[in-house]
């Protein structure tokens, strides 16, 4: 609840200019369906999701402000030949939205998809999805996986190349004891964070939650929506430039009704 609360606190900075958005956050969750992931594992992740979105401290970060919602997506990917669209654009209003999208998770049927891990193509996947999403005031990729990239194209290329665009991207790393992926020992948790952190994760303050296999998928996701999900204060936004002020005024911020994120 402090997360969600020291939220609500930046929102009375930024309150004034929330009439002139659309949305402030297209957000994009790619999850893992590659062969590392089993059967109950799969179930994990797709229940993990609903209820992490479902979680009240979520929901209050969430629907903060009415004026300026979220909208999400979310997809399962594989090799570079496999990504599937569980949930297209949806902008997420009040608890009801929420809750359609989650029996949607519940009641998903795995469809058959290649074992390779093709997270390269999975990051080419989510920029286009972000290219025809909502107008927000930030773009995120949220990709969820338990391995290393396999297949191509290859991950750190894109980044290099600038074919990742302005979408931020953050990871969520599942840490399990299937073998060919990472272990739970501190040493293969360090490991394959340290390959998310430098070949996968993009853009301003992004971060790689973990968790601990899939049966803490959950509060992991749970953990890296609330991140994901506060609004930076506005005079930290690229492009913005406050009016002057006098120096006895309140120094209250808001974004101008032509701002346009440029990161």
């Known amino acids: 609840m402090r997360v969600a609360l020291a939220f609500l606190s930046v929102l009375l900075l930024v309150a004034p200019g929330l009439a002139n958005a659309a949305c402030r956050l297209a957000l ?73 999208i989650a029996e949607r998770l519940v009641n998903w049927q795995r469809a058959p998809a290649p074992e390779a891990t093709g997270l390269g193509a999975a990051l080419q996947f989510a920029n286009t999805m972000v ?36 979408m931020n991207v953050n990871a969520l790393v599942i840490a399990t004891d299937f073998a060919g992926t990472v272990d739970r020992t501190p040493n293969g948790v360090a490991e394959l964070t340290a390959y998310f952190k430098a070949r996968i994760i993009h853009g301003p303050d992004a971060f790689v939650e973990v968790a601990q296999g899939y049966a803490a998928y959950a509060d992991a996701m749970k953990r890296k929506l609330l991140r994901e999900l506060a609004t930076r204060p506005v005079g930290m936004v690229p492009g913005w430039t406050p009016a002057p002020q006098k120096p006895s005024a309140t120094r209250a911020r808001t974004i101008p009704a032509n701002f346009t994120p440029n990161r």
């Open 131 to 166: 290219a025809r999403a909502p107008a927000c005031w930030d773009q995120t990729l949220d990709i969820s996986a338990d391995g290393k990239n396999n297949d191509w194209p290859l991950p750190y290329r894109l980044r290099e190349n600038g074919q990742l665009g302005d």
């Open 28 to 100: 994009v969750l790619a999850l893992d369906v590659s062969g590392s992931v089993d059967s109950a594992e799969y179930v994990q992740q797709m229940h993990g999701v609903a209820e992490a979105l479902s979680d009240p401290e979520v929901q209050a970060v969430l629907f903060a402000t009415p004026d300026a919602p979220v909208s999400i997506a979310i997809f399962e990917w594989s090799a570079s030949s496999y990504q599937q669209i569980v949930v297209d654009w949806t902008t997420l209003n009040g608890p009801s939205d929420v809750a359609v």
